[in-house]
């Protein structure tokens, strides 16, 4: 009964926001709010809901629906969100840090070369679907990323790894790509040998993208594995009404006995902000993502909700298409940066929960640069440089807006409304374009666009994954959604990937950053510290700084 009374309080938010927008009351989010109402795909989701044995039923709600249920296959935070539950890395980290911790392999060893890993693996793990955890289970699994034409790589059907490219130096083949062998010694032990020395190689196995899913189900339902993900993790898949809710149960014979606590688990969409949080406040769910930072304080305040805030793990940005008309102009690119008031951003829509940007890497990562100064707002600059790139009367653009919160960014519409009046404020006339989460990631990955909002956030700790995955060359097309590629940049960043000696690695990402702050490929907003809440029949729920965590010990309090 809770549930069906929690899609129809959601149902009518939905209803209320829409007429909302429609007159013109509070409607920068109301067109939005009509995502995850489809009545079919709520009927299906109150089916699935309705089954669960036992009482304890979480129900999740976020922004936005997952991308793809294929973790290499895809760089989106609310994918990862899932497939933490669902899958287990070989390694995994501290509940609260980037700390590396035993995962599906007990223990490992490492050459004194750093050439050689060998890891020992968990015995008596089962998939979901009934078959064996092995060596050569993580084999395949790796081999599929690495090799193109391999029988599960399904590249025929769109599949691009693009996180294994950027982590492990390139795919099989490439000049740069460290994996040469991988070895399975027995059921239970294999080794990765190196063609050469990796630094952050350990933190990649326990990376939320490298889990190891079931070669059964690989062979049994093939390009659509993405939609039937079956893996070793606490909670096994049940359902997915796009756009509305997935829905994942107890997996019975998980190896850590007495986990996990809850019987079921519901991620559900609410794309409006202040409709989550009605929705937690009313009981109807028990944890929201998303939380607008000037709610925090009346969340703090409220005896039957609990607080919580992320480490500053991020970055929320606006990024240009430098390969497209008219942002392949540098000047143009200066002169926009010039014109975007980051702290008037910071100030209105984060509550102190976050700083103003200069690159696109966090303060606290090794190598960051602090003597790289940021463009300041400064309307008189950002008109000189407008005349200087051959736009003196002024241009149009396009600027496409996320559709749904995250982390860095918890209202994008105000965001791209501030922006669109910063660049008026210089003359430059800009059309907000607005599409759904999936096709906004794919349009903006295939060049679609000339000038976007996105942001990322760390989950491995290591500066390569912001400035490798962000603006390395090989990624142009993927997570280089600015089509950036500068052969001098990349080399730093190659250098720092290879090396294992940690001083030299921050030397080579702070010169890669001056480079890119002098190139303008996009224009950090802010690192946020984002906040979340739960009712306080929540238990043990820890928030990780990379946004997915295991709610493996999650439970409700009776």
Same mark, same amino acid.
Request: glycine share 8%.
């Given at each position: 009964?809770?549930? #069906?009374?929690?899609?129809?309080?959601?149902?009518?938010?939905?209803?209320?926001?829409?007429?909302?927008?429609?007159?013109?009351?509070?409607?920068?989010?109301?067109?939005?709010?009509?995502?995850?109402?489809?009545?079919?795909?709520?009927?299906?989701?109150?089916?699935?809901?309705?089954?669960?044995?036992?009482?304890?039923?979480?129900?999740?709600?976020?922004?936005?629906?997952?991308?793809?249920?294929?973790?290499?296959?895809?760089?989106?935070?609310?994918?990862?969100?899932?497939? #933490?539950?669902?899958?287990?890395?070989?390694?995994?980290?501290?509940?609260?840090?980037?700390?590396?911790?035993?995962?599906?392999?007990?223990?490992?060893?490492?050459?004194?070369?750093?050439?050689?890993?060998?890891?020992?693996?968990?015995?008596?793990?089962?998939?979901?679907?009934?078959?064996?955890?092995?060596?050569?289970?993580? #084999? +395949?699994?790796?081999?599929?990323?690495?090799?193109?034409?391999?029988?599960? !790589?399904?590249?025929?059907?769109?599949?691009?790894?693009?996180?294994?490219?950027?982590?492990?130096?390139?795919?099989?083949?490439?000049?740069?790509?460290? +994996?040469?062998?991988?070895?399975?010694?027995?059921?239970?032990?294999?080794?990765?040998?190196?063609?050469?020395?990796?630094?952050?190689?350990?933190?990649?196995?326990?990376?939320?993208?490298?889990?190891?899913?079931?070669?059964?189900?690989?062979?049994?339902?093939?390009?659509?594995?993405?939609?039937?993900?079956?893996?070793?993790?606490?909670?096994?898949?049940?359902?997915?009404?796009?756009?509305?809710?997935?829905?994942?149960?107890?997996?019975?014979?998980?190896?850590?006995?007495?986990?996990?606590?809850?019987?079921?688990?519901?991620?559900?969409?609410?794309?409006?902000?202040?409709?989550?949080?009605?929705?937690?406040?009313?009981?109807?769910?028990?944890?929201?993502?998303?939380?607008?930072?000037?709610?925090?304080?009346?969340?703090?305040?409220?005896?039957?909700?609990?607080?919580?805030?992320?480490?500053?793990?991020?970055?929320?940005?606006?990024?240009?298409?430098?390969?497209?008309?008219?942002?392949?102009?540098?000047?143009?690119?200066?002169?926009?940066?010039?014109?975007?008031?980051?702290?008037?951003?910071?100030?209105?829509?984060?509550?102190?929960?976050?700083?103003?940007?200069?690159?696109?890497?966090?303060?606290?990562?090794?190598?960051?640069?602090?003597?790289?100064?940021?463009?300041?707002?400064?309307?008189?600059?950002?008109?000189?440089?407008?005349?200087? !790139?051959?736009?003196?009367?002024?241009?149009?653009?396009?600027?496409?807006?996320?559709?749904?919160?995250?982390?860095?960014?918890?209202?994008?519409?105000?965001?791209?409304?501030?922006?669109?009046?910063?660049?008026?404020?210089?003359?430059?006339?800009?059309?907000?374009?607005?599409?759904?989460?999936?096709?906004?990631?794919?349009?903006?990955?295939?060049? %679609?666009?000339?000038?976007?909002?996105?942001?990322?956030?760390?989950?491995?700790?290591?500066?390569?994954?912001?400035?490798?995955?962000?603006?390395?060359?090989?990624?142009?097309?993927?997570?280089?959604?600015?089509?950036?590629?500068?052969?001098?940049?990349?080399?730093?960043?190659?250098?720092?990937?290879?090396?294992?000696?940690?001083?030299?690695?921050?030397?080579?990402?702070?010169?890669?950053?001056?480079?890119?702050?002098?190139?303008?490929?996009?224009?950090?907003?802010?690192?946020?510290?984002?906040?979340?809440?739960?009712?306080?029949?929540?238990?043990?729920?820890?928030?990780?700084?990379?946004?997915?965590?295991?709610?493996?010990?999650? %439970?409700?309090?009776?």
């Amino acid at each position: 009964m809770k549930l #069906k009374f929690s899609i129809f309080i959601v149902w009518l938010l939905a209803i209320f926001l829409v007429l909302a927008a429609c007159s013109g009351d509070g409607g920068q989010n109301g067109g939005e709010s009509e995502e995850g109402s489809d009545p079919d795909a709520a009927e299906e989701a109150e089916a699935d809901t309705g089954d669960a044995e036992g009482d304890q039923v979480l129900i999740f709600a976020r922004g936005g629906d997952s991308e793809s249920l294929d973790p290499a296959s895809t760089t989106d935070g609310e994918s990862s969100r899932i497939t #933490k539950q669902i899958y287990e890395s070989l390694l995994e980290f501290d509940k609260e840090s980037f700390e590396v911790l035993p995962g599906l392999a007990h223990d490992w060893e490492v050459s004194e070369d750093g050439l050689s890993y060998t890891f020992y693996l968990e015995e008596g793990v089962t998939f979901h679907d009934g078959t064996e955890f092995n060596a050569e289970a993580v #084999k +395949v699994n790796f081999e599929r990323w690495a090799d193109p034409d391999h029988e599960y !790589a399904f590249a025929d059907d769109g599949y691009v790894y693009s996180m294994y490219g950027t982590m492990f130096g390139g795919f099989l083949g490439d000049e740069n790509h460290v +994996v040469e062998e991988i070895n399975v010694v027995n059921d239970h032990e294999i080794e990765f040998v190196l063609s050469q020395p990796l630094g952050f190689f350990l933190q990649n196995m326990a990376m939320t993208y490298f889990p190891i899913t079931s070669p059964a189900a690989l062979e049994e339902y093939g390009p659509a594995i993405n939609e039937n993900p079956v893996g070793t993790g606490p909670f096994e898949f049940v359902s997915w009404a796009k756009d509305d809710s997935i829905v994942l149960d107890k997996f019975d014979d998980y190896r850590i006995e007495g986990l996990p606590k809850l019987d079921r688990v519901v991620f559900e969409v609410i794309p409006d902000n202040a409709a989550r949080l009605i929705a937690l406040r009313s009981g109807e769910i028990d944890i929201m993502d998303g939380l607008n930072p000037d709610d925090a304080a009346g969340v703090e305040a409220d005896e039957g909700l609990e607080l919580y805030e992320r480490a500053e793990n991020n970055i929320g940005y606006v990024g240009f298409n430098v390969q497209k008309e008219p942002f392949d102009n540098k000047d143009l690119r200066h002169a926009v940066s010039h014109a975007i008031d980051k702290e008037a951003i910071a100030e209105a829509l984060y509550a102190g929960y976050a700083t103003p940007a200069s690159v696109p890497l966090p303060p606290s990562y090794m190598g960051y640069n602090n003597e790289v100064e940021s463009f300041e707002y400064d309307p008189d600059t950002a008109r000189e440089l407008l005349e200087d !790139a051959g736009y003196a009367d002024g241009l149009e653009i396009e600027l496409w807006t996320m559709p749904v919160a995250r982390p860095y960014m918890p209202d994008p519409e105000t965001v791209s409304e501030i922006i669109q009046n910063n660049l008026e404020e210089v003359g430059i006339t800009v059309t907000i374009v607005r599409e759904e989460w999936a096709p906004y990631l794919e349009k903006t990955m295939n060049g %679609e666009h000339q000038m976007y909002m996105l942001g990322w956030s760390g989950t491995n700790g290591d500066p390569d994954y912001f400035l490798s995955s962000l603006l390395h060359g090989d990624n142009v097309g993927s997570s280089n959604r600015e089509f950036y590629d500068n052969d001098e940049v990349d080399e730093f960043l190659n250098q720092a990937k290879l090396s294992i000696d940690q001083d030299e690695r921050a030397s080579f990402y702070q010169q890669a950053q001056e480079l890119i702050a002098d190139d303008a490929p996009m224009v950090p907003l802010v690192h946020s510290r984002p906040v979340l809440a739960t009712t306080n029949a929540v238990e043990n729920y820890v928030p990780h700084p990379s946004t997915s965590e295991s709610l493996a010990e999650v %439970e409700l309090a009776n």
